[in-house]
């Protein structure tokens, strides 16, 4: 019970820092974001983000890690593809907080969070004959997949979501395949 209870706590109290990290980046920027005003603004001591997050980077990837993962998933043929559409028009509807996110200082963040996401899957999978260290190949699939995101979500080209869907898949997959050496579907 008192574990139960400790778990929503912590659940709440994780739910305010993002809220709050995401009401900040907005405002301020991902530069001039503050651990301290996270903290207050999500109304909990510092002590209590850092019982959480070490730092603000860690609080960006556990923000993006849910989503990302569907990403991520891609680069496995064996994987079913879901939520790919869904993914999508989350970035479109957070369309201001996508735009903040995808660009300078955070998208090398994001990436990074990426690739490792990718590359942990690519190590589990059968790899024939990669071309380079499964670490590159994530960074080349994760670069792409943002590349396609960014300019999705932006509208330049404009494109609908369906074909936007299915350029990701394809595209992740193939990159997969190719360099690799993973079985395309």
Same mark, same amino acid.
């Given at each position: 019970?008192?574990?139960?209870?400790?778990?929503?706590?912590?659940?709440?109290?994780?739910? $305010? &820092?993002? !809220?709050?990290? @995401?009401?900040? +980046?907005? #405002?301020?920027?991902?530069?001039?974001?503050?651990?301290?005003? *996270? %903290?207050?603004?999500?109304?909990?001591?510092?002590?209590?983000?850092?019982?959480?997050?070490?730092?603000?980077?860690?609080?960006?990837?556990?923000?993006?890690?849910?989503?990302?993962?569907?990403?991520?998933?891609? $680069? &496995?043929? !064996?994987?079913? @593809?879901?939520? +790919?559409? #869904?993914?999508?028009?989350?970035?479109?509807?957070?369309?201001? *907080? %996508?735009?903040?996110?995808?660009?300078?200082?955070?998208?090398?963040?994001?990436?990074?969070?990426?690739?490792?996401?990718?590359?942990?899957?690519?190590?589990?999978?059968?790899?024939?004959?990669?071309?380079?260290?499964?670490?590159?190949?994530?960074?080349?699939?994760?670069?792409?997949?943002?590349?396609?995101?960014?300019?999705?979500?932006?509208?330049?080209?404009?494109?609908?979501?369906?074909?936007?869907?299915?350029?990701?898949?394809?595209?992740?997959?193939?990159?997969?395949?190719?360099?690799?050496?993973?079985?395309?579907?």
């Amino acid at each position: 019970m008192l574990a139960e209870k400790l778990d929503r706590r912590s659940q709440k109290t994780r739910s $305010a &820092l993002h !809220a709050a990290f @995401v009401e900040l +980046v907005l #405002d301020q920027g991902y530069d001039a974001l503050k651990i301290g005003s *996270v %903290a207050e603004r999500a109304n909990v001591g510092r002590s209590t983000f850092y019982e959480h997050y070490r730092t603000k980077q860690d609080l960006l990837k556990a923000s993006i890690s849910q989503p990302f993962s569907i990403l991520a998933d891609l $680069a &496995l043929p !064996a994987l079913p @593809v879901g939520g +790919v559409e #869904d993914l999508l028009q989350h970035f479109r509807q957070n369309q201001q *907080v %996508a735009r903040v996110l995808l660009g300078s200082p955070t998208r090398p963040l994001l990436a990074n969070t990426l690739a490792g996401l990718i590359a942990a899957r690519l190590a589990q999978a059968p790899v024939l004959r990669p071309l380079a260290p499964l670490e590159l190949i994530a960074r080349q699939i994760a670069d792409s997949q943002l590349a396609l995101v960014e300019s999705w979500v932006i509208g330049r080209p404009a494109c609908s979501i369906e074909a936007a869907t299915a350029a990701l898949i394809q595209g992740t997959r193939a990159l997969a395949s190719a360099l690799a050496g993973l079985a395309a579907d």
